[in-house]
């Protein structure tokens, strides 16, 4: 989040809990069948329990993606939703450090979550940590030690251009320097690579004999769009066919003026790119015109 915050949205141009599962259900009609609550943090939003118990009426697979502030309020709603999977993201070990890059000072509220969650077995956590050098690269091995006797999975993501978040390429900790911290630290022989589940974004990993796991997201270094299924609807009801695309599609607006949305949807993701929203080379992937195209993160959800 920017130091000066983003612009706020009227409550008319977000949707209702009634139009989620509107849209929700037309997304079921059409073959979704998991379908992942996001943010900036879902949590905050005062329906959101609202939102997902309707979301559970569908035949999907639920699921949420949280700063992991709030979620020990609501851990009564994900197991009556059949949400078990959270992923929680923390950039950061280092209390100072999460503080500054969260600007909030919730360290160890977050912590306590995360151990809270991870003692129950209804639930499968996975941490989100986007890498930045000179900030937190030196956590590697901190990081995976929490798999050593918590059955998380630890995903580090390399950090991705978007407008507003100061993308620099010298910032970038690539999916081989990963796995060269973790062998440096655990030794060449200890780290293993283990199955990857279908259409999964991350390549995954294990310590010998660790209870958890961890994996690397390489959008940047190794892009995987040549299996990626997923779409995004934002809060205000547009449909964004890629992270990167550049073009949205006004679902919202087509649902309040009581037309249908199908063909819609069905143009919007026949003309998914064939990678990272149409900018194929690194070149364009790193050129500030296109990236500033795009929403910034905080706006789009994770
Ligand atoms: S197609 Fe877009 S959303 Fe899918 S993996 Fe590539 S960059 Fe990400």
């Not at 706020?8 to 977000?14: E, T």
């Not at 900036?40 to 939102?51: C, F, M």
């Not at 993308?167 to 796995?179: A, G, M, P, Y």
């Not at 949205?248 to 993701?269: K, Q």
Request: with cysteine; charged share 25%.
């Amino acid at each position: 989040m920017p130091a000066a915050g983003i612009p706020l949205s009227p409550k008319n141009h977000i949707m209702t809990y009634e139009e989620v599962f509107l849209v929700a259900q037309k997304f079921v009609a059409l073959g979704v069948t998991k379908i992942r609550i996001t943010g900036g943090e879902p949590l905050v939003r005062k329906d959101v329990a609202l939102i997902l118990e309707k979301l559970a009426t569908l035949p999907v697979e639920l699921s949420i993606t949280t700063n992991g502030v709030l979620i020990d309020k609501y851990i009564e709603t994900f197991k009556a939703c059949g949400i078990q999977k959270i992923n929680v993201s923390i950039d950061s070990l280092d209390e100072q450090k999460f503080n500054t890059i969260t600007r909030r000072n919730d360290f160890k509220k977050v912590m306590e979550n995360i151990r809270l969650f991870v003692k129950d077995d209804f639930f499968k956590i996975k941490l989100n940590c986007v890498l930045m050098k000179g900030f937190n690269e030196d956590e590697i091995p901190a990081f995976i030690q929490l798999t050593k006797d918590l059955n998380i999975n630890v995903r580090f993501i390399e950090f991705m251009p978007f407008d507003g978040n100061k993308w620099n390429l010298d910032q970038l900790v690539s999916h081989q320097q990963v796995l060269d911290k973790a062998t440096q630290f655990f030794g060449n022989s200890l780290v293993g690579k283990i199955e990857d589940a279908p259409n999964d974004t991350s390549k995954n990993y294990r310590i010998n004999n660790y209870q958890g796991s961890f994996a690397i997201i390489s959008t940047v270094t190794n892009p995987f769009c040549d299996s990626c299924n997923r779409i995004r609807l934002t809060a205000n009801g547009k449909l964004k066919n890629c992270l990167f695309s550049n073009g949205e599609t006004d679902l919202l607006t087509a649902l309040r003026n009581g037309e249908s949305i199908e063909t819609a949807i069905r143009v919007a993701i026949n003309s998914k790119r064939k990678m990272r929203g149409g900018m194929d080379t690194q070149q364009q992937f790193t050129s500030d015109e296109l990236r500033n195209q795009n929403r910034s993160m905080t706006a789009i959800g994770g």
